[in-house]
């Protein structure tokens, strides 16, 4: 059973624009959300995180959207860039059940000079 | 460099073998987890460790196990491998909580 699910395994963006990566989850416990960036040939980045007590959180270029009742977030990158060209995991946690994540299967992310 | 540390980076072994994968968590860092990547799948939890305890379990076979020792660092140990063990296999370490791990850059293992 798939508990985080992104469902677009790629994205393909102009620099400049706007990237939305998107993920859905179905476990109601889950209370914490994050995104990881990977780089082939190197571990998974933390990027940034939300807390099910937020609906927003931003940093930077990068902003994670979190709608509770439709168990669905979104990471949007603007502006794009070519460096941003990774592949995004979205995961999530209990936290009452300690420090385990589930991953996302990731979305591989394009972005075009 | 993540301060994790993992070893080796590449092990091509063969079916029916036993290997070690090693990672030195970064400095400071209590929890130590275990994570698998196979072919076009997310990372699959697999074990954390916490301060030399095990503190969670995921689906991690009965042919696989783990520690974590004094100085904290941690082993895994894959046995009787199979050909769909071929995977990446990363090691995280965080000092408490949800923060957010920080990855080593993970051990490919090849069974053929």
């Known amino acids: 059973d798939q508990q985080v699910k992104q469902n677009s395994p790629s994205l393909s963006v102009q620099e400049g624009r706007i990237s939305i990566l998107n993920c859905d989850y179905t476990n109601s416990m889950f209370d914490y959300f994050l995104w990881y960036k990977k780089y082939p040939a190197e571990g998974p980045t933390f990027l940034i995180s939300?807390?099910?007590?937020?609906d927003k959180n931003e940093d930077g270029r990068f902003t994670v959207f979190l709608n509770k009742s439709a168990k669905h977030l979104s990471l949007h990158i603007v502006p794009s860039q070519p460096g941003d060209s990774a592949v995004y995991f979205c995961?999530?946690?209990?936290?009452?059940?300690?420090?385990?994540?589930?991953f996302g299967q990731g979305t591989e992310l394009s972005v075009k000079p | 460099d993540s301060g994790v540390t993992q070893t080796p980076k590449h092990l091509i072994t063969a079916t029916g073998q036993r290997v070690t994968l090693r990672c030195s968590p970064r400095?400071?860092?209590?929890?130590v987890y275990w994570y698998q990547q196979s072919l076009d799948q997310g990372l699959q939890f697999l074990i954390q460790y916490y301060n030399g305890e095990e503190r969670a379990k995921g689906n991690i076979l009965e042919r696989f196990s783990a520690q974590q020792f004094p100085d904290l660092h941690s082993e895994l140990n894959l046995s009787s491998l199979e050909l769909g063990d071929s995977a990446l296999y990363f090691c995280?370490?965080?000092?408490?909580?949800?923060?957010?791990?920080?990855f080593g850059s993970g051990t490919r293992l090849t069974v053929v």
């Open positions: 400095s400071g860092d209590l929890s």
């Open positions: 939300i807390s099910s007590i937020k």
């Open positions: 995280a370490s965080s000092v408490e909580g949800m923060s957010g791990y920080t």
């Open positions: 995961a999530a946690s209990d936290q009452n059940q300690g420090g385990k994540l589930i």
